[in-house]
């Protein structure tokens, strides 16, 4: 594809409900990087996979959150039992190889709403 | 924690004129420094990338500069259009990690 696609863009949620968010990486990229930005604030790491194998999760918030990238393409982070707090921009990154300096193409984000 | 602070979180500037953005990290051994720009609505656009052993980097009419014994990064916007009003975020690499730390962030806006 010519970018980073995320879906959905926009996701409103009732507290307690669960919710998935997509992301298509650019083909062919082997790394893919999911993050997290809250209001006024800069993106922070939750985790990243190299292929289909989780590399590190060590930025996730809770056992609430769980990301997997079965073969090694697209990649879905789920969300149980959302809460407040949960409200953000959650965005995808993928790059061709994995690799301090490798340059992360971002994805538009997914803007989500927990009531 | 690794910290990433950029001041100021807001700039308001008239179209033309040069302006600085400011980075400062707490951890001075980083791997490289990026510096981004966002839309609202849009993901992030890689502007500049530095190694840690390099001094500058230099695209259009902005550049980069890097000092790694202090901690802290400049972005140069040279002759400013109302086109760059955006947000800009630098990042850090640390060590063989490949995951970005970003800063706070500072919002940009270019008045005519």
């Known amino acids: 594809g010519a970018g980073v696609s995320q879906s959905p863009r926009y996701k409103v949620a009732k507290r307690g409900q669960d919710v998935a968010l997509r992301c298509d990486p650019i083909?062919?990229?082997?790394?893919l990087f999911w993050y997290q930005q809250a209001l006024g604030q800069g993106p922070e790491f939750l985790t990243y996979f190299q292929n289909e194998a989780q590399l590190d999760k060590s930025g996730l918030p809770s056992d609430r959150f769980f990301a997997e990238r079965p073969e090694g393409s697209v990649s879905t982070l789920k969300i149980q039992r959302t809460q407040q707090e949960d409200s953000a921009v959650y965005l995808c990154?993928?790059?061709?190889?994995?690799?301090?300096?490798?340059?992360?193409?971002f994805g538009p984000g997914t803007r989500l709403l927990v009531l | 924690k690794q910290e990433v602070t950029q001041i100021p979180a807001a700039l308001s500037v008239p179209e033309g004129e040069n302006l600085v953005l400011n980075c400062s990290f707490t951890d001075s051994a980083i791997y490289n420094l990026q510096w981004f720009r966002q839309d609202p609505g849009k993901g992030l656009t890689s502007l500049l990338l530095i190694q840690s052993s390099q001094r500058e980097q230099t695209s259009g009419r902005l550049n980069a500069s890097l000092d790694k014994s202090s901690g802290r990064s400049t972005l140069y916007i040279a002759a400013s259009q109302p086109g760059d009003s955006a947000t800009y975020l630098c990042?850090?690499?640390?060590?063989?990690?490949?995951?970005?730390?970003f800063g706070t962030g500072t919002r940009l806006q270019v008045t005519l």
């Open positions: 990042a850090v690499t640390y060590g063989t990690a490949s995951k970005l730390t």
């Open positions: 990154a993928s790059s061709l190889v994995l690799g301090v300096g490798e340059t992360q193409y």
């Open positions: 083909s062919g990229h082997v790394s």
